[in-house]
């Protein structure tokens, strides 16, 4: 069983910066891999990045380039470094865990990013 709280949304302009962390209580080690989900108002969720325990990475295209996903095993926290934000990047960031794609079978309760002006 993996526990996960996710940390650091909030209201920034656009071109501005954000890093949202995601905080396990179970190890991490324990799913193969882990990943950030997005919930846009009015749109489906969408995988938005993930990285496995060998910290190999994968982005969606809208966020590449602008995103960064790590991991801190020490800590057992996941980060999304997110860069150049834009308005179409607002939404509920949800951190994800699991074993095969889309990494989801465990899911934090989610934390809000808005970019506005």
């Known amino acids: 069983q993996v526990n996960l709280v996710e940390s650091g949304g909030d209201l920034v302009q656009p071109g501005g910066s954000l890093r949202l962390s995601c905080a396990a209580s179970g190890s991490i080690f324990s799913v193969y891999a882990m990943a950030w989900h997005r919930q846009a108002p009015g749109k489906q969720r969408e995988l938005v990045a993930s990285?496995?325990?060998?910290?190999?990475?994968n982005y969606a295209d809208s966020v590449k380039g602008r995103f960064t996903i790590s991991r801190d095993n020490a800590k057992n926290t996941v980060y999304l470094q997110m860069n150049s934000l834009k308005s179409e990047d607002t939404g509920v960031y949800y951190c994800?865990?699991?074993?095969?794609?889309?990494?989801?079978?465990?899911w934090g309760q989610g934390t809000q990013v808005t970019v506005s002006s």
């Open positions: 990285i496995n325990g060998r910290s190999t990475t």
């Open positions: 994800t865990g699991g074993d095969s794609y889309p990494w989801a079978d465990y």
